[in-house]
């Protein structure tokens, strides 16, 4: 499956707002959810979980075209990630515990 444009990840995440809208009375953001793949992938974790407990195809075909226009944005912040070495960053952990 080749690439989707900008425009068309737009497209597809305000079809995945308005439906999560309409069923679920979730507000998104659309432009955020085309450009952030970290957004994007909660969005599609929230989605999924929703059409599991309610059996909702459509929302369940839109998490996952999201997820698919989205992965080559995942992976180039992936490789962009990584340490001149190839070595993935060493988590930094908060004082707290949390992080």
Do not use: C, F
């Not at 737009?10 to 079809?15: N, Q």
């Not at 075209?65 to 070495?85: C, I, N, S, T, V």
Request: proline share 5%.
């Amino acid at each position: 499956m080749p690439s989707m444009s900008e425009s068309e990840r737009i497209a597809l995440a305000a079809r995945l707002h308005v439906a999560l809208r309409r069923k679920h009375g979730r507000v998104t953001d659309t432009e955020w959810m085309a450009t952030n793949a970290e957004y994007a992938a909660e969005i599609v974790r929230m989605t999924r979980a929703h059409a599991a407990d309610t059996r909702d195809e459509e929302l369940y075909q839109l998490a996952m075209r999201l997820e698919q226009a989205m992965e080559p944005l995942a992976r180039a912040k992936r490789l962009a990630a990584r340490q001149p070495d190839g070595a993935l960053p060493t988590p930094t952990r908060h004082a707290d515990g949390l992080g």
